[in-house]
Structures are given as C-alpha cells and as structure tokens.
C-alpha cells in the first residue's frame, strides 16, 4: 500500500511558475516509477510526465515539453513537479502516481496508486 499526497496548487497568472510536491507514505516509492497527470472536467485525464525510480530517465507530454520538469528526492519520499511559463491550458487537477511494473507511462491504466489531486488555476 502506497499512499500519495499530492500539493502546491494554486491559482496563478499566465506566465508564472509553480512547484507540485508528492510526498508519498507507506511502501517505499523508492522502486516505482512516477508520472503526473491531469484532469479538466470534460476532458480526459492527460498525462503530464514521469520518472524513472533513480529520477535519471524522464519522459514528457509535447504540450509540457520544455516547461516543465520531473525531479524526486528519495530522502523525502517526494516526487516534484515543476512548472514554468504557465498557461491557460495548464489548468486543471493534478494526480501524482505510481507506475506499474512492465507498464508503458502514457495512460492511467500504466499506474497504480494514485494521489487525491492538487488544483491548479492559471489565469490569463
């Protein structure tokens, strides 16, 4: 059992940046892979990012490629999400996950567990 906490949303104006934390609890997170997703209501839940389980492998979505960046710190039991030169389009609910064993990284049926969400606003 993993549980994932998930925090930092905020609303916030185009342009700006933001850090998403994950603290995760329980089993370690130390042997899963994490990714970031996200979720507009009406819109299907869209994968953001992941990480490898020693951070050294990264893959992105094309619309945050270049804006944002995965990291993780294994003393904290934390994954990061950090956010840079913000959108609109930006907006939405934030999960945190762990990644399946032997799964792909790019749909929600590739993790496991999953945080509650943090909000993220950015207004224009």
């Known amino acids: 059992q993993v549980q994932l906490v998930e925090s930092g949303g905020t609303l916030v104006q185009a342009g700006d940046s933001l850090r998403l934390s994950c603290v995760a609890s329980?089993?370690?997170?130390?042997?899963?892979?994490m990714g970031w997703f996200r979720q507009t209501p009406g819109k299907e839940r869209e994968f953001v990012g992941t990480?490898?389980?020693?951070?050294?492998?990264?893959h992105y979505a094309d619309s945050v490629q270049g804006r944002f960046t995965l990291s993780r710190d294994s003393d904290k039991n934390t994954v990061y999400l950090q956010m840079n030169n913000l959108k609109p389009e930006d907006t939405g609910v934030y999960y945190c996950?762990?990644?399946?064993?032997?799964?792909?990284?790019?749909?929600?049926?590739?993790?496991?567990?999953w945080g509650q969400g943090t909000q993220v606003a950015v207004s224009s």
């Open positions: 996950a762990t990644r399946v064993v032997g799964s792909g990284w790019t749909t929600g049926t590739d993790y496991g567990y």
């Open positions: 329980g089993r370690s997170f130390r042997i899963y892979a």
């Open positions: 990480i490898s389980m020693n951070g050294g492998v990264t």
